[in-house]
């Protein structure tokens, strides 16, 4: 059964780092583009950055470009964001994504898991 599991979340002062990490398994991510994506309380859910099936192609929403770090390594099938210089504003909860369409539609989520940032 094909899972995305995140982790790496918690609660950190504005400033600081954090890196998530998705662990992708029963399924073939690895020939996929992945992405990250977020929800803040009472806002619909945004996306990130992604990167693809290489790791050379990323994308970044302007909101944490320089900020946010993708990539992946697949002979772990795993998927990161390294997230420096946390702000207040990045609060939310974090879901890793695969677009196995190919279409740039993710079809596949996980649980998510909570990032919060405190001024």
């Known amino acids: 059964q094909a899972q995305l599991v995140e982790s790496g979340g918690g609660l950190v002062q504005a400033g600081d780092s954090l890196r998530l990490s998705c662990a992708a398994s029963?399924?073939?991510?690895?020939?996929?583009?992945m992405g990250w994506f977020r929800q803040a309380p009472g806002k619909e859910r945004e996306f990130v950055a992604s990167v693809s099936w290489s790791g050379f192609g990323t994308t970044y929403a302007d909101s944490v470009k320089g900020r946010f770090t993708i990539s992946r390594d697949n002979a772990k099938n795993t998927v990161y964001l390294q997230m420096n210089s946390l702000k207040p504003e990045d609060t939310a909860v974090y879901y890793c994504?695969?677009?196995?369409?190919?279409?740039?539609?993710?079809?596949?989520w996980g649980q998510g898991t909570q990032v919060t940032v405190s001024s």
């Open positions: 994504a695969v677009d196995r369409t190919t279409r740039g539609e993710y079809d596949y």
């Open positions: 029963g399924g073939t991510f690895r020939l996929y583009t």
